[in-house]
């Protein structure tokens, strides 16, 4: 019954609302007056310093130091405890609690999947999963502007749903309970003492001893000595990765458990056709659960609500994601992260294929996205419209989310939707304007985490839309295809979710 006994531990909700009435997402931020209790049921309004006006975004808060996440800088254990309890006074965690600390990496949304995936083998081996340091898009302007390229988890999935629904603490919790020291590792791929030394620098923990060759003997399995993604089943989970460490740290994880494939492309309509006849197993429920609850935070939620309420009139429009910008997903150059690593891991491989040719497939998707024109882009989307017309649903609203690259070629794509078809368009540029606008009081949101927060909320339009078309190959792209699976509302045409082009 290991399952059941990590589920639904109440001690990191409890455990932090009961904590200093300190607010919790502002680096700086004034002192609310309201007993914690309050604010947990009202949320409250963040005033940042250095702003005469009040950031108008209602927060329903866990109580985490911003600094345990977005403070770059190297500490040791002398000055680095930014927020330390006597985490044994709270809630109903055992006596002696074992963690699991996943290290995401690749980018923001492939780091939501290895979340997702490093949450099912906490449950599965009954440790406690530690809220993991998020990573920005290597191409956000903000990492230069900011000089760091990390982000809150309180920016990327709802806190106080997830810990209602496993056993978490924070990273700062995490390294006081361990005394800043890794003991164990889990190695999806190969780690390096190199690579390792890097993640330490991140993360403000050691990971490799004081005798470097002696690093392996923190390996939990035989797996990390070759360059290949290790793959395993659910089945394997405990007699691979069982182990009394105590400390321990998920190394890299994307796709290592197989049962994610499955449940990652029911949104394809052959596959929930599949499934009518193969039910799921109890696997691919669990994780399916687990991405219930990593939705987006409740203020991206309300501000993806507030957008479309203001723009679309609550009426049925049609999402699109282009993803395929020439300079990151078609070429995929080394572009140089200073903070984390100093030559991002694959420019220093000298056998580094270009990711358009790293399978058929993808080679497939980078040559049609290359000829795929503008008008072919407006042909997709009228074909759509006319087939929801056909079935009693008239769309007068598109909205493309497509990267800042790309904007030029949305730009032609939208002034031919509005002058041939008479379809309102708006995309990313007009989504940032509005952010910018209504929200320049949060600088946290403005000045500081502006083209990451963007993105999250666009995934949320996209989701509400009544029909979504995807890219192929993008992780971007399937997360909101698997998050309108599990949604509630009736009204979205799921079934016929579309790719943008066929390959």
Known sequence: MTFRATLRSPYLYKSLMCATGICLIALHCYRDARTSSQISKRGHRLRYEGTSARCDINWNPLKIAITEYEDHQVRGPKNGKVFVRNYKKYGTIPRRPKFLFPLLHFGPNNQLIGLRESIFVAIRLNRTIVLPTFLKHRTDKQIKNNNSPLISPNHRIDLVKLCEFVSCVTVGEFRDICNYEIDGIIPLRKLSVARLR??????????????????????ISSVGRHSRLH??????????????????????????????????ILHDKVMTKLMAENPLTDEENTLLSIIDHTQAPRYVMSIAREYIRRYFEDENFIAVHWRYNRKDFISRSCVINPQILRIPYFCR??????????????????STAKKFTALDFVYRIVEKKSYLKVRGTD???VYIASPKTERSFISD?????????????????????????NYKSCDFLVKTHLQDILSTIEMEVCRSAT???RSIRS????????NRLISRNESWDRSNDSTIFAV
Not at 349 to 366: E, G, L, Q
Not at 414 to 432: I, T
């Open 467 to 469: 029909m979504f078309l």
């Open 395 to 397: 769309v007068r609203h």
């Open 475 to 482: 992780s971007w792209s399937e997360n909101v295809a698997i």
């Open 198 to 219: 890097n993640l330490e620098k991140r993360i403000r923990m050691r990971i490799v001893p004081k005798n470097p060759d002696a690093y392996r003997k923190k390996f």
């Open 413 to 437: 794509v939208s002034k031919m939707l509005r002058d041939k078809q008479g379809l309102a368009v708006l995309s990313s540029l007009h989504l940032e304007k509005f952010l910018s606008s």
């Open 349 to 366: 491989r000298m056998s580094f294929r270009h990711f358009c040719n790293k399978d058929p497939i993808t080679a497939k998707v980078c």
């Open 231 to 264: 793959r395993f089943v659910s089945e394997e989970i405990v007699p691979r990765f069982k182990s009394q460490k105590r400390c321990v740290i998920y190394a890299l994880p994307y796709k290592g458990l197989r049962a994610s494939d499955r449940a990652m």
